[in-house]
């Protein structure tokens, strides 16, 4: 059974950056996409990014110039960056697992659709002066 | 990205009851819709994946449906656990999410 567990500093100040990572136990690491989604006090969620274990990255393009996600296939890991933060960034973040369907052949081209079916706990950050 | 538009905001209803959550997007995104229960402080829960598969270990109590642009998430008979918030997902073009459904006890 696959288990997320995630860490990072939950205390910043404004222009600092936010650090996550998410350990994935049990389960392929290489077959499944990663991803990151926050949620703010009381609102709904939003997607980040997500990365595969090649490295592979997509990005929110509301978020894409603050965010970098890399991984550490040595030790099934992936971590999230956010540069700059500020109060708007205040939030519960999430990492999730994303499940892939098969692929489906379009033109020449595999096309890979995937949802997010194990999550981890989540890790509160908070920015503030 | 694609919007994802949920209705209603807010749904009250009593245990035993058959209720029904909306999910529309502004483009067809196919079958490949995602919902997902969460509750007070936790994680989001997968319910269904594809539009209409039920995610392992979900009672058949939920179901989904449609295809396109327009969904539906039907609880058939609502048990006190299900009063919950319920998101949908698209993962059609990259993911994005309804804004939420509370369902609360009338």
């Known amino acids: 059974q696959v288990q997320l567990q995630q860490w990072g500093a939950g205390l910043l100040k404004p222009s600092e950056t936010l650090s996550l990572t998410c350990a994935v136990y049990?389960?392929?690491?290489?077959?499944?996409?990663w991803n990151w989604i926050r949620q703010p006090p009381g609102k709904g969620l939003e997607w980040i990014g997500e990365i595969n274990h090649s490295g592979s990255t997509s990005y929110n393009p509301s978020l894409r110039s603050r965010v970098t996600i890399s991984v550490d296939t040595s030790k099934n890991q992936f971590s999230l960056r956010l540069r700059s933060v500020t109060g708007a960034d205040t939030a519960m973040y999430y990492c999730?697992?994303?499940?892939?369907?098969?692929?489906?052949?379009?033109?020449?081209?595999?096309?890979?659709?995937?949802?997010?079916?194990?999550w981890g706990r989540g890790t509160t950050v908070t920015v503030s002066s | 990205d694609i919007q994802m538009t949920q209705s209603p905001p807010t749904l009250s209803a009593l245990v035993g009851d058959r209720v029904t959550i909306t999910c529309r997007a502004r483009?067809?995104?196919?079958?490949?819709l995602a919902w997902y229960q969460q509750k007070p402080g936790k994680a989001p829960k997968l319910l269904i994946y594809k539009a209409s598969s039920l995610a392992s270990g979900v009672p058949s109590r939920f179901s989904g449906r449609g295809s396109g642009t327009e969904f539906t998430l039907t609880i058939s008979r609502l048990q006190p656990d299900d009063f919950a918030t319920y998101y949908c997902?698209?993962?059609?073009?990259?993911?994005?999410f309804g804004q939420g459904t509370k369902l609360e006890i009338k």
């Open positions: 483009q067809t995104i196919d079958s490949w």
């Open positions: 999730a697992r994303g499940k892939s369907h098969e692929p489906i052949l379009i033109g020449s081209y595999f096309y890979y659709y995937y949802y997010m079916d194990v």
């Open positions: 049990g389960g392929s690491f290489s077959d499944n996409h």
């Open positions: 997902q698209q993962y059609k073009s990259s993911h994005s």
